[in-house]
Nanobody, 118 residues
Framework: QVQLIESGGGLVQAGGSLRLSCAAS????????MGWYRQAPGKERELVAR????????YYADSVKGRFTTTRDIAKNTVYLQMNSLKPEDTAIYYC???????????WGQGTQVTVSS
């Protein structure tokens, strides 16, 4: 069993930055696809960024490309989402996800609120 704990959310003005962290416990995440999703009020959860196992290549949604960066620290068993040039439309609850479809693994964190004021 893997537990994912997000942190780093908060309130920031438009144009500002935040860094979200997702710490995994119970098992190393190094062999999982690690994703960041978000869900705004009244909207469906959407994929924001993903680091793909085993290549480590990354995917970003068009809406965040060039502004968000996902990285990982294997030694700390933690993934990060650096969010720059934040916009009010980035306001959402952000969730960390660890998944391997071939192993039927799909773990979620509890979410962290990000609010961007205009």
């Amino acid at each position: 069993q893997v537990q994912l704990i997000e942190s780093g959310g908060g309130l920031v003005q438009a144009g500002g930055s935040l860094r979200l962290s997702c710490a995994a416990s119970g098992r190393t995440f190094s062999s999982y696809n690690m994703g960041w999703y978000r869900q705004a009020p009244g909207k469906e959860r959407e994929l924001v960024a993903r680091m793909i196992w085993p290549s480590g290549s990354t995917y970003y949604a068009d809406s965040v490309k060039g502004r968000f960066t996902t990285t990982r620290d294997i030694a700390k068993n933690t993934v990060y989402l650096q969010m720059n040039s934040l916009k009010p439309e980035d306001t959402a609850i952000y969730y960390c996800n660890a998944a391997r479809a071939d192993l039927k693994i799909d773990y979620w964190g509890q979410g962290t609120q990000v609010t961007v004021s205009s």
